[in-house]
């Protein structure tokens, strides 16, 4: 009873067009007073213990260290080997803006800040090479999406965070395969429509150097996701201090460079303050709600009736559930959803006897393939914004981006190896 009351004011507020996070503490606020079963300030409380976990300061400072990249240029030197490893074919283009954004991926663990900044440098640049501004906006907003899959991932900070059956190294370590899988797959589309687009007679190649002498200007930039990932995995650094670590690095490659200024400094400490707090307040939110979600043992529950409907067939199960979350991350922002279904993603797995680290990264991808699907993509309103293209063009180029993606997660879902193989061996 206490269930469906919990999720029938979540599921209305939501009906009613209420912010995901509002409709959280409202449905927690609606099963208080109607039960009475605990005290009403607990949801005060339940929402501060949630965003007082101490990995959760990493999401500033990876944000941070993503703005300070953009400000000094580090992010169009990323852009520039791109272009300079793959850049000279026909298609090149589309492609370095594709491994671009798997580049990029590694250094900020924000979909919508690596769409930005890639979109904003690529998007002009692919237009004067005679791509279509639909299809470009369309390459970045679905690059876009390697950003939480590449470590580091904020998202995968927050399911450990708030589901911890898993490390967040192990997390991040897991990630590489898939995003390299969803980045191939976005090359091999990118190539087949630049066939059809590109006059045969096309180059690309103008501006671009020799390879050695973009890399050497880039290093910089390289270094940055070496001392986030070489860090973690040494043990000389948690998480939280990796992505503290990665922010000051380049801020001090900045004063060096004499490539930031107070004015660009306060904007990038401003912008990651809004965004901080957008994360914060869903976290927070999802505090009381999660904590009467694990009270009246949903996950268990939820984890069960799956079970049931699959048979006891594991691969069923999470075909299943894969296609559930790439619809729901179509529908809610992704984020959200990983604040949400972390602990019942836990639950199940621990149920149904499927690995904790299998389950968890099928889901932060198959949630992630949503940052750039209409109807609420974050990604998608983010490149139509600086494509100045109308959202139903942009949207008709995505679909194979979208099709793809969503084929390699049911790999993924149906192959733990895939997802297991490289962290056993690297965190052995």
């Known amino acids: 009873m206490e269930l469906i009351l919990l999720t029938g004011a979540f599921l209305g507020a939501i009906a009613l067009s209420f912010d995901i996070a509002l409709a959280m503490i409202l449905a927690s606020a609606v099963l208080l007073l109607v039960t009475g079963a605990v005290p009403l300030h607990l949801i005060a409380e339940k929402a501060v213990s949630q965003i007082s976990l101490f990995p959760l300061l990493a999401i500033p400072g990876f944000i941070v260290a993503g703005e300070l990249m953009n400000l000094t240029g580090l992010t169009q030197a990323l852009g520039e080997v791109a272009r300079a490893l793959v850049g000279r074919w026909r298609g090149g283009m589309g492609i370095a803006t594709i491994l ?36 470009s906006a369309a390459m970045v907003a679905s690059g876009g999406s ?5 470590p580091p991932s ?43 687009l590109l006059a045969s007679g096309s180059t690309e190649a103008e501006g671009i150097g ?29 998480v939280t201090e990796a992505s503290i670590l990665a922010a000051t690095y380049v801020f001090l490659y900045g004063l060096f460079t004499r490539t930031i200024g107070w004015k660009s400094l306060f904007h990038a400490a401003s912008n990651t303050a809004v965004a901080t707090g957008l994360f914060g307040f869903i976290i927070a939110a999802a505090g009381p709600f999660s904590f009467f979600l694990a009270l009246y043992q949903a996950p268990e529950a ?58 968890a990264l099928v889901s932060i991808v198959a949630l992630m393939i949503g940052l750039f699907t209409p109807p609420v993509g974050t990604n998608l309103f983010a490149v139509v914004g600086i494509s100045g293209e109308p959202i139903e063009k942009v949207s008709r180029e995505i679909s194979p981006f979208a099709l793809v993606s969503g084929l390699v997660v049911l790999a993924l879902a149906l192959m733990p190896r895939l997802v297991t193989w490289l962290p056993r061996i690297v965190m052995n």
């Open 100 to 135: 671009a954004c798997m580049i990029f991926g590694g250094m900020t663990g924000s979909g919508l800040a690596e769409t930005v900044a890639i979109g904003t440098l690529m998007i002009p640049m692919l237009a004067r090479h005679g791509y279509p501004k639909a299809f």
């Open 302 to 359: 939820v984890g069960q009736l799956l079970l049931a409907m699959s048979g006891g067939n594991t691969d069923v199960l999470m075909v299943g559930l894969t296609i559930i979350l790439l619809i729901l991350g179509c529908l809610v922002e992704a984020t959200s959803l990983v604040i949400i279904l972390a602990p019942i993603l836990a639950g199940t797995a621990t149920v149904a006897g499927i690995d904790q680290l299998h389950m």
């Open 154 to 196: 904020i998202p995968m900070v927050i399911y450990a965070s708030i589901a911890p059956t898993v490390s967040v190294a192990a997390l991040f370590v897991g990630g590489v395969i898939p995003g390299i899988l969803i980045g191939l797959s976005f090359m091999v589309v990118v190539w087949l429509r630049s066939r059809k």
């Open 146 to 150: 390697l950003g939480p899959i590449i």
């Open 210 to 238: 020799p390879v050695g002498k973009v890399f050497v200007r880039a290093l910089p930039a390289v270094m940055v996701p070496v001392i986030i990932l070489y860090g973690m995995l040494a043990g000389f650094v948690t």
